[in-house]
Structure formats: structure tokens, C-alpha cells
């Protein structure tokens, strides 16, 4: 009886089985396409170019979905409430926030499967962001 070798028993994690970086910067860019015409969220990120703002995201998500620990390694722990309080996101904020999101994870052409996993996190993760009821 032949053997499965060991390591090809392991299970792929969500960020390999989407694609990877590729895709995690693809739909982090598309989102900040959003976010960049959007006059509600744009003046919440302070540089004039979002760039880093993306950078720090695509990583984070690369991080938490699988990926490499790029994002830890060098900003620590994600503290995702600690770095949001600075700025009022009340449920205006939180919708235009998923609006945007969503137009990134529809355009992302992931199997039905993994966009329902992506998009539960997303509409959890933006509603635990929500510090003013204003």
C-alpha cells in the first residue's frame, strides 16, 4: 500500500486557496479605488496618498487569512479597535466602509464558498470597528 506523503495531507489555508497575495492585493486595491472617491471615509486616512494605508491592509488581511506575518512583524500586534479610535466610525462610516468592500470581494471572482467566508468576516470585523453612535 503506498503512502501519502505527510505534507500533502495538510489542508490549504483560505489565503492559498484564493490565491494568495495576488489576490489579497487585488481586492484590498480595488476597495481603496473606493475609498479614495469617497467623501465620508477619504478624509480618515491622512496621507495623500493611500498607499500605505493599502499596503498595511492587504497585509494584515494576507496575515489573517493564512499568509505571511509581514504584517506583525513589522507593525505588532493588529490592535484593530486601538488603531481606529482616533477616528469617529459610526454606522454611516461602517455602511460606506462595506459598500466599498463589497464592490472589491463581488469583482474578486472568488468560489461562492470563500466569498461568503470573506464577506462574513468583513461585515463582522466593520461592525466591531463602530465607536459613535453619531
Do not use: C, K
Not at 22 to 39: K, N, S
Not at 57 to 81: C, K, V
Not at 97 to 107: F, I, S
Not at 122 to 130: L, P, Q, R, V, Y
Amino acid at each position: 500500500m503506498n503512502e501519502i506523503p505527510r505534507d500533502t495531507l495538510q489542508e490549504q489555508t483560505f489565503y492559498e486557496r484564493v490565491g494568495g497575495e495576488e489576490t489579497f492585493r487585488r481586492l484590498v486595491h480595488r476597495f481603496y479605488e473606493g475609498v479614495a472617491q469617497d467623501p465620508l471615509l477619504r478624509p480618515m486616512y491622512p496621507e495623500e496618498d493611500l498607499g500605505p494605508a493599502e499596503e498595511r491592509f492587504a497585509l494584515f488581511l494576507m496575515q489573517y487569512w493564512g499568509g505571511p506575518r509581514t504584517y506583525s512583524e513589522r507593525r505588532g500586534h493588529p490592535r484593530l479597535r486601538m488603531r481606529h479610535i482616533p477616528f469617529t466610525v459610526d454606522r454611516a462610516a461602517h455602511d460606506a466602509w462595506l459598500g466599498h468592500m463589497r464592490v472589491a470581494v463581488d469583482e474578486a471572482g472568488l468560489a461562492p464558498e470563500d466569498e461568503r467566508e470573506l464577506w462574513a468576516y468583513m461585515t463582522h470585523a466593520a461592525a466591531a470597528m463602530i465607536n459613535s453612535a453619531g
